[in-house]
């Protein structure tokens, strides 16, 4: 059973950073792209980043692009991200995912980006 589990969200002010992660088990993390996905208040899930399985290869929207740093670390079976100079409308709940609909992603950790 797939188990994915985000941590660090929060509210933070605008130019501020968050670091997030993600814990996961019960699937072969290493053999698996992974993905980072964003829902904002009444919006739709919007793909936000992802890494390929041995970390040497990243992506992201153009929304985020030079913000925010994707990573992973396969011996603890985790994902990360950096956000970096966070603006409000990069306030939503932050999943992570297996596949980049986010057809199979954890319960999210909401960031907030407010003054």
């Known amino acids: 059973q797939v188990q994915l589990v985000e941590s660090g969200g929060g509210l933070v002010q605008p130019g501020g950073s968050l670091r997030l992660s993600c814990a996961t088990a019960?699937?072969?993390?290493?053999?698996?792209?992974m993905y980072w996905v964003r829902q904002a208040p009444g919006k739709g899930i919007e793909w936000v980043s992802n890494?390929?399985?041995?970390?040497?290869?990243?992506f992201y929207a153009e929304s985020v692009k030079g913000r925010f740093v994707i990573s992973r670390d396969n011996a603890r079976n985790e994902l990360y991200l950096q956000m970096n100079r966070l603006k409000p409308e990069d306030t939503a709940v932050y999943h992570c995912?297996?596949?980049?609909?986010?057809?199979?992603r954890g319960q999210g950790t909401q960031v907030t980006v407010a003054s």
């Open positions: 995912a297996i596949d980049p609909r986010g057809d199979v």
């Open positions: 019960g699937f072969a993390f290493r053999n698996f792209r």
């Open positions: 890494i390929t399985i041995d970390g040497t290869t990243t």
